[in-house]
């Protein structure tokens, strides 16, 4: 029982608080712009042929991720069956979240960089 409210813990941490406060920060910034430049703005538009239907990308990268924690911990030459749930929970979760720390963060700069660049740019 432990284990789920555990889980439950972090992610409302580390997902549910940092989506609430970028969505209360997008509305803000939505409001404040004029109405003729809301209709400047197209967010969602159709796809290109080149985009639709692919990405894997990503979880392969967890697997390789969750490989070299595996490697680390030394349990690569270790039977499966011999693994906790536990274990094989939290690693995930850390694979997971050392992908966050390496692309987020520098999505999240370039983002807010972008941003400021635009607001300065239309007085």
Known sequence: MTFVLHLILWEVLFIG????????????????????????Y????????????GGG??????????????????NWNVAIATWTFDYLVYSLLWALIWILII?????????????NHEMKKKP
């Open 42 to 53: 197209h967010f969602f538009g159709t796809r290109s042929r080149a985009t639709s239907g």
């Open 17 to 40: 608080i940092p989506v609430i406060v970028a969505a209360v920060a997008g509305w803000l910034w939505w409001k404040k712009i004029p109405e003729e430049e809301r209709k400047e």
């Open 103 to 115: 692309f987020a963060i520098p999505i999240t700069l370039g983002v807010l960089w972008w941003l």
């Open 57 to 74: 990308g990503l979880s392969l990268l967890h697997f390789i991720v969750f490989c070299i924690k595996v490697y680390t911990d030394g």
